[in-house]
């Protein structure tokens, strides 16, 4: 089944571009200590909103060069009475590649200094330019995307776990104790989720680490979800338990719980599929929301929602546009996996098309 559901994949022109998309991405964010030019802690106050980086080809007698930029100078317009950041042509930075800079620990582990694109010592690339602290947000759009689009699959794994077994035993057992499990998650589905999410983050402790708070974010969110995922779950062994299979294994004595883990609940899992393809984009756009607000990932540490936190101010929108660069690459993203789960879901319920 996997087979075929990627060979349909890629044979879809929009899901196979939203793949390589996604591949691109997560490949970038795996890398993302080699490809920043700069460490995730890195800061330079004296910098703050500089424009992105220019890099030249072309030297001032129209020759091709090696590529250079030029540093920034920060200078006072007495008329505009506004910062101004204009470029410093008194020396050249040549732009290296593979090369050693800032030191760092690939994935926390190996010390390493090299690099994907750097600079000279006492040159300064900011290919995205930097935010209100000095902070490179081409580097901190790295190391944030590895929260904002890994918080979806941490979230599914304790979520699906939780609704495939309550909505498994719910339609199973039926009766009063499906009615029971039934009321209750509706009552959880009642409640509109973004607030419910508000309301939880705004309680976390203010002292807790950022892994701390990543990891009770995540919970929250299998938390606000597992409701709706059970209920359709309760729906598809309502029917399947009335399959000749099940009725033979009930006959042979097979425990009920058996049942419903070895024969039910594998029965699901074209619906599983599809549910946490789609599920995802949620995910990320919750976990940006909440960070945007104040009440997810905490600064220093970067998400691409508290990234975005600067954007709102018309002024930034306006003349420092690269500080939007988060949310372009949330949408890229949401829409991505959309189109991934659409396709996915035409494959395995070809019925969904018609509809």
């Known amino acids: 089944m996997i087979k075929e559901v990627l060979k349909q994949l890629w044979k879809d022109k929009f899901a196979?571009?939203?793949?390589?998309?996604?591949?691109?991405?997560?490949?970038?964010?795996?890398?993302?200590d080699f490809i920043a030019p700069y460490t995730k802690d890195f800061s330079d106050r004296t910098m703050a909103y500089v424009p992105p980086s220019k890099i030249f080809t072309i030297d001032e007698t129209g020759h091709i060069s090696k590529p250079y930029t030029y540093n920034y100078i920060r200078?006072?317009?007495?008329?505009?009475?506004?910062?101004?950041?204009?470029?410093?042509?008194?020396?050249?930075?040549?732009?290296k590649f593979f090369a050693q800079g800032q030191p760092y620990k690939f994935l926390g582990l190996i010390p390493m200094k090299r690099h994907l694109i750097t600079t000279d010592?006492?040159?300064?690339?900011?290919?995205?330019?930097?935010?209100?602290?000095?902070?490179?947000?081409?580097?901190?759009?790295?190391?944030?995307g590895r929260i904002s689009m890994t918080i979806g699959f941490l979230a599914l794994f304790v979520l699906f776990p939780i609704g495939l077994l309550y909505g498994g035993i719910s339609g199973y057992f039926g009766g009063k104790v499906d009615m029971l499990m039934m009321r209750f998650a509706e009552a959880v589905m009642s409640?509109?989720?973004?607030?419910?999410?508000?309301?939880?983050?705004?309680?976390?402790p203010s002292g807790m680490t950022s892994t701390q708070r990543f990891l009770l974010i995540v919970i929250i969110l299998a938390l606000i979800g597992w409701a709706g995922f059970a209920r359709v779950v309760r729906g598809m062994v309502l029917s399947i338990k009335s399959q000749e299979y099940i009725q033979a294994a009930q006959s042979i004595g097979a425990s009920?719980?058996?049942?419903?883990?070895?024969?039910?609940?594998?029965?699901?899992?074209?619906?599983v599929i599809v549910a946490m393809t789609l599920s995802i984009p949620s995910y990320i756009l919750s976990e940006s929301g909440l960070s945007f607000l104040g009440l997810g990932i905490q600064q220093p540490d970067a998400s691409w929602g508290n990234m975005l936190k600067e954007a709102q101010e018309f002024t930034n929108i306006l003349y420092r546009p690269w500080l939007l660069t988060p949310g372009f690459l949330i949408f890229v993203s949401v829409l991505a996996f959309n189109l991934i789960g659409d396709t996915i879901r035409d494959v395995l319920d070809p019925q969904s098309k018609v509809r």
Not at 127 to 133: A, K, S
Request: no cysteine.
């Open 121 to 144: 010592s006492d040159g300064r690339l900011f290919l995205l330019g930097t935010d209100i602290n000095g902070r490179d947000v081409f580097s901190r759009i790295l190391f944030g």
């Open 16 to 32: 196979r571009i939203a793949l390589i998309v996604l591949g691109i991405i997560y490949l970038a964010l795996f890398l993302a």
């Open 75 to 95: 200078d006072f317009n007495s008329q505009t009475l506004e910062i101004e950041y204009n470029l410093d042509r008194s020396k050249k930075h040549y732009v």
């Open 191 to 204: 409640i509109p989720s973004f607030y419910l999410l508000i309301i939880l983050a705004s309680i976390l």
């Open 256 to 271: 009920k719980m058996r049942i419903i883990i070895k024969h039910i609940l594998p029965q699901t899992t074209s619906f």
